[in-house]
Nanobody
Framework: QVQLVESGGGLVQAGGSLRLSCAASGRITSTDAMAWYRQVPGKQRELVARITYGGTTNYADSVKGRFTISRDNAKNTVYLQMNSLKPEDTAGYYC??????????WGQGTQVTVSS
């Protein structure tokens, strides 16, 4: 099983930027999409952004135009560039590996806190 490790979270003021990284310990195959989800206590985990092996992306409406997901297949790493952050973006952010609609693994999460 691939191990995923997120990094890059922290405390930032509204309007600021952060870049999250998700490093996979094993090989991500061409059938695997990678995605970022986020969760606040008491709420369901929600999709933020997803990217296929070939680079096709999709985003939650709430982050379109502000967040960018990318991946470096040679480094088995996925990134989430977050710009124009808002207090409502505050959450734990989790990286996941998805194959044919099945979540194969999750990272431990990284906290993002946006102050107003």
């Amino acid at each position: 099983q691939v191990q995923l490790v997120e990094s890059g979270g922290g405390l930032v003021q509204a309007g600021g930027s952060l870049r999250l990284s998700c490093a996979a310990s094993g090989r991500i195959t061409s059938t695997d999409a990678m995605a970022w989800y986020r969760q606040v206590p008491g709420k369901q985990r929600e999709l933020v952004a997803r990217i296929t092996y070939g680079g096709t992306t999709n985003y939650a409406d709430s982050v379109k135009g502000r967040f960018t997901i990318s991946r470096d297949n040679a480094k088995n790493t996925v990134y989430l560039q977050m710009n124009s952050l808002k207090p409502e973006d505050t959450a734990g952010y989790y990286c996941t590996q998805v194959r044919y609609g099945t979540f194969l693994s999750w990272g431990q999460g990284t906290q993002v806190t946006v102050s107003s």
